[in-house]
């Protein structure tokens, strides 16, 4: 059985409209006009509102890696359930189970540097961020806007790049079937060249968030 942290290509595939990304390498999805433009606009206002720099689980010493501008969005807004409410019609994951969603704001010149969204095992930050709610299964990623020039995200492994375009999702399972994390999820947000790019991301959890 399906743990309810997770998704599956069935469900998916379930909805018209949504497509899997051939590759044998992971699973990929794309569905366009997933989100409404007038949840797309309110999003954006409440990035806006209240963004920081972004931080990384490892980040090394690379302090280029993630150069984008990140916002922990208040479950208690509607704009926010309205959100939630879509992504569970479509993935049936157990809300439970996900972190809260995040924003992130790029301006011309940031990007993500190639990463993959599970943590890795035995890395120094790996008690800290999974001893409550374990590993990340699944990503879901909006696209809140169409970018002027670049902010395409690149998966290498499946030969494919995704152009940002308001109301977009994309998504992907982060392990494979038996549950090992996959590296070919290695995935890069590109470098916007011109106009600003923002984001929404849901990251699901095998057990509980709880906090
Ligand atoms: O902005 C993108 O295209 C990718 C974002 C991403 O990979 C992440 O937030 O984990
Ligand atoms: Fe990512």
């Not at 949504?18 to 989100?35: A, C, G």
């Amino acid at each position: 059985m399906m743990n309810p942290g997770e998704s599956s290509a069935d469900k998916l595939l379930a909805r018209d409209g949504v497509q899997r990304i051939p590759s044998e390498k992971l699973e990929l999805f794309q569905l366009r006009d997933f989100v409404p433009p007038d949840l797309c606009q309110e999003l954006i206002s409440l990035i806006e509102l209240d963004r920081r720099p972004s931080t990384l689980a490892d980040a090394g010493d690379d302090n280029y890696f993630r150069t984008s501008e990140t916002c922990d969005l208040d479950a208690g807004l509607p704009a926010v359930m309205r959100m939630e409410a879509l992504l569970h019609a479509l993935n049936g994951i157990d809300p439970a189970h996900g972190e809260p969603l995040q924003g992130q704001r790029y301006d011309v010149g940031q990007e993500f540097k190639p990463h993959c969204d599970y943590f890795n095992p035995g890395g120094k930050d790996w008690t800290r961020y999974c001893s409550v709610a374990g590993q990340r299964t699944w990503t879901f990623m909006i696209y809140l806007n169409d970018v002027d020039a670049g902010g395409a995200t690149r998966f290498k492994a499946a030969k494919k790049m995704f152009q940002p375009e308001a109301g977009k999702l994309v998504c992907w399972n982060n392990r494979r079937p038996d549950l090992r994390e996959n590296p070919n999820t290695i995935h890069h947000g590109m470098k916007v060249r011109k106009g600003l790019k923002y984001v929404i991301t849901k990251w699901y959890r095998e057990k509980p968030w709880g906090w």
